[in-house]
């Protein structure tokens, strides 16, 4: 092995960086990046304000209140806002759980949901950001170029487009304190030209502004082809009653229906998250997000509600439908709502891109999708200069969407916003239902009611809204969950679907009770003992199992007395199965996670369970006592038959690292553990999944008498005993079905030896028929089920007779119809116990040689038998023991895999009744 040592200490740090946090990733040579220090202010309120009075405010508030009326108005805003609020109380909720780490949206719903739910949304969100940076810059530069060049050429505004964007390009790069200081700049210039814009509404005198010519390219017909094309004479009215009363009700005409509206005022919302985006820079994220974002909140609704009430007191209906910029008209000077329109769009352009920089950071530092790339962040304030640039870039992309205006971009960006709510929303509901101890935010205003509620109002919204747009939206996210899911390794964030999974199945378990069993419902509960990996064995359970409870049980003697500082067993083990319970170190944990890395990558859907004690014996008859939980109990146990000549088994943990060592250097694209499984094409020839009998042999029982005790007392525990000999006899079979091969036809025999008395099957028969039949039911066509009689007296008319009996026993247990014989005999059973010695044994030996004789002979072309198992001795012990083990292996001597089966169940098996 010391020739794979390097090879070994490179994915083990690479695993080690993969489970680190985050930032450590930046940079993992140098010191770590020194962290910015922003706070509720200039961190969460002022970019949130910033980003959420944007162009709508300026250019599109008359247009909402001309089409929507001052009711539909306040509708839209108080709906719009509804969704928003629950969303930010549901995040808030989120984010003083814990430790908020940057990425934002990103964050949290990977840290609840899972990296494929988290990944999908983040990028999804990313790009709702990108959208919503050229969405704000459009709308800038449309109105500059419609105040100061009306005429200008259509290149102008890709000239001013992307020169704007090249100037907010700067400003990311210069960091979040330059970004923060430049707010102050913005915010105090866009409250200045507010303010402004609010008393000419206010004290103006009443006065004619213009005429939209009927003729002329800027006639109300042409954006509305429903106002009739007549001039229209936009003029401002000193507050009237009159004027109020006309604009408070809706007056959708042309395409400016309630869906367009309510898409325009939704975006008014998507500055909500800034804050969350610079999670990573913020001193206290938990104290700051809820705080600055429920106030812009707040702020920014009181903003447009007042807004929207002055413009109904003071302009007419058909003004407000048809000049956008009647703000910037009815200043006292349009420069100062030019000034505000370019600080809200500028502000919210900045903010979107600086945020969605800090959410592909994020995502690329958690190594979900191969863009780590974009990791790497500044020694000074770990700013994300390369995804700043990435950003920017497609920025000067997403410009052209809509055909550049701004309505076209805002139904692109408004899927892609509620999604992110979505998710937020869903994340808070489930968490909450999950009722973990551990999630106690200090936040309390978010339930999970209101959290579920805002889940479905975003779902709603983004189908009611443009459900083509939804559902391009919903097959983007599929495509990038899909592809997250199948391709990010296991990350240790916690998973809110198992909290909600464990708390369903405990109390679901609580209402499994085990007296109320009845044999109508009985399905095969498999406790399999193994100390190694015999694949055809482990798959065999599977299959007997099908939707049943399936544990596999290993033991692990004497665990004080193993020195903790062995290589072997502490270190070598966690190099490629330390994904399985990563953060667990003790001897038991390390054997567990080897186990469950083979349950999940060979697709058992079993259960590991490690049993410790002073020695085997005890630990197996303990496990069999405690296995299971509530009425989710075993009521069977597999054992591996006992070979006379037998190995100590092998140290398994280490072994599975050697192996997928050894592959890895033979074939680097096969490393990862999935594909070592799937090479593993005959099990009987890899040292991975060896199932050479010798090693579970007994499992690892040296003595007879104890093998023979531990089947007995699995019966006086009242479990069915199943004891599987010559496994590895199926290795061809169970390979052939998992490669899909095409294989010839075999059997499933039952051999049914001595009579049986009618009446009732609930004699060991019904172990045998059940078992069997579940067998045949997994391995599909290629097997055929037998039924075998024995007799002593063999004539035509009892052959007939015996015939008809075991049609009856078939028809009564409900199982299509197999191939039944009825044969000879080789002899009388002996009559009394087992002998305490082989000279008095001969009968015993000579009728047991004879019926593996027969078996040979009739079962040549069978894959599988079940028969019964003998009676046990009455009185066991070393003598007697060995006398029984020696006759089973008389028995089973050359044959396929065979199972001696005996009912320990007190429960009937088959039922015949409805």
Known sequence: MKELEPLLENKLTSYAINQEDPKDVTDLDDTEPSKNQLGTLNGVFVPCLLNILGAVLFMRVGYVV??????????????????????????????????MGGGGVYYMISRSMGPAFGGATGLLFYICYVINSAFNATAMVEDLLK??????????????????????????????????????????????????????????????????????????????????????????????VEIFKENLYPSWTGDNDLVVVLA?????????????????????????????????????????????????????????????????????????????????????????????ARILQAIARDDIVPISFFAKGTKKGDEPVRAVVLTWALVNGFGYLGGGSVGGIAQILTDFFLTACAFVNLSQTLLSLANAPNYRPTFKYATWWSSGIGFCLAIFLMWYLNPEHAAITCGLWLVLFLYIRFTCEEKPWGDVGQAILFRGVVSRLRDLVQRRDHAKFWRSSVLLFAQEADIPLLTFCKNLTQEGLYIIGTPLVDIAQKDRDDDELMWRPRRFTQSMLPHHTSTVSVVKGAWLWLVEHAQLNAFVSVGIGPNLADIYRNMIAMAGLGGLVPNTVVLPFRERAHKKPTDYVSRINDCIAEAATKDASTAKAENIVRRCKKPSQCGLCSHTQSHNSGVGLKAASEYVKLIRNVLDLEKNALILRNSGSMDALFYGLRENHKLMPTNIDVWIVG????????????????????????LGKVCRLRIIQLVQFFFSEEQIKLQTKLKDL?????????????????????????????????????????????????????????????????????????????????????????????????????????
């Open 264 to 356: 325009l005022v939704y975006t008014t919302t998507c500055g909500i998250m800034v804050g969350a985006n610079l999670s990573g820079d913020l001193a206290n994220p938990g104290k700051s997000l809820p705080a600055g974002t429920l106030g812009a909140m707040v702020t920014s609704l009181t903003t447009y509600m007042i807004f929207a009430l002055v413009l109904a007191f003071t302009f007419k209906r058909d003004a407000l439908k048809c000049e956008y910029l009647i703000l910037q008209q009815s200043a006292v000077s349009p420069y100062f709502v030019v000034v505000g329109i370019a600080m809200a769009t500028l502000s919210t352009a900045l903010g979107a891109m600086f945020g969605a």
């Open 810 to 914: 078939v028809t009564a247990a409900r199982i299509p119809m197999p191939e039944l014989l009825v044969l000879a005999a080789p002899g009388h059973p002996p009559s009394g116990g087992i002998p305490s010695s082989m000279e008095h044994a001969h009968l015993h030996m000579n009728y047991y040689k004879d019926l593996n004789q027969l078996i040979q002979e009739k079962s040549s072309s069978t894959s599988l038998i079940f028969i019964d198992l003998p009676p046990l001795p009455l009185d066991i012990n070393p003598k007697t023991a060995n006398v029984y083990m020696t006759l089973l292996e008389s028995l089973t001597d050359d044959l396929p895999a065979v199972v001696l089966a005996a009912k320990g169940e007190k429960l009937p098996i088959i039922s015949t009744d409805i």
């Open 755 to 778: 009579d049986w008395k009618w009446g009732s099957i609930e004699e060991n028969i019904a172990l045998l028929l059940q078992h069997a039949h579940l067998m045949q039911q997994s």
């Open 147 to 240: 105040t100061f060049l009306p005429e200008a050429p259509k290149y102008y505004f890709n000239i001013m487009y992307h020169g704007t964007l090249f100037l907010l390009l700067l400003i990311a790069l210069a960091g979040a304190e330059a970004f923060s200081k430049v707010n102050w700049f913005l915010f105090f210039a866009l409250v200045s030209s507010i303010l402004v814009s609010l008393g000419s509404l206010l004290f103006g005198h009443t006065h004619h502004i213009e005429t939209l010519l009927a003729n002329s390219s800027q006639s109300c017909h042409i954006l509305d082809p429903d106002i009739p094309p007549l001039d229209v004479h936009v003029d401002y009215y000193r507050p009237s």
């Open 66 to 99: 001309g089409y929507a009326g001052l009711f539909g108005t306040i509708g839209l805003f108080g709906f719009s806002n509804l969704v928003a609020i629950l969303t930010a109380l549901s995040f808030s909720a989120i984010v003083t759980n814990g430790k």
